[in-house]
């Protein structure tokens, strides 16, 4: 199951987007040496193309909510990637309708 949920609506071929992605975004600690665990890099495709690219760091809240708004049609698919300071990735799909 994906850490990540999205949702959708296509109207006159604008995508508007909104995806929740469950991470705790665990800042890193100096005193303790603690790296972190926070998401780094953003990633969404419509139809195979980047739409939204976005480098993050640990000021980023938990369960981080990202909204944007892109050319699509109907059929096309919505990709959301991840990948973290931990090296962990997850991805959502779905089909725009």
């Given at each position: 199951?994906?850490?990540?949920?999205?949702?959708?609506?296509?109207?006159?071929?604008?995508?508007?987007?909104?995806?929740?992605?469950?991470?705790?975004?665990?800042?890193p600690?100096?005193?303790?040496?603690?790296?972190?665990?926070?998401?780094?890099?953003?990633?969404?495709?419509?139809?195979?193309?980047?739409?939204?690219?976005?480098?993050?760091?640990?000021?980023?809240?938990?369960?981080?909510?990202?909204?944007f708004?892109?050319?699509?049609?109907?059929?096309?698919?919505?990709?959301?990637?991840?990948?973290?300071?931990?090296?962990?990735?997850?991805?959502?799909?779905?089909?725009?309708?």
């Amino acid at each position: 199951m994906s850490s990540i949920r999205a949702r959708a609506t296509l109207t006159d071929g604008v995508a508007e987007v909104r995806a929740l992605i469950s991470h705790p975004m665990d800042p890193p600690d100096e005193e303790s040496g603690d790296p972190g665990h926070f998401i780094q890099e953003v990633t969404a495709e419509i139809g195979g193309e980047t739409v939204l690219h976005a480098h993050w760091g640990p000021s980023i809240s938990p369960n981080p909510l990202v909204e944007f708004s892109a050319e699509a049609e109907s059929g096309e698919t919505l990709r959301i990637s991840y990948t973290d300071s931990q090296g962990e990735t997850d991805s959502y799909e779905m089909e725009l309708s």
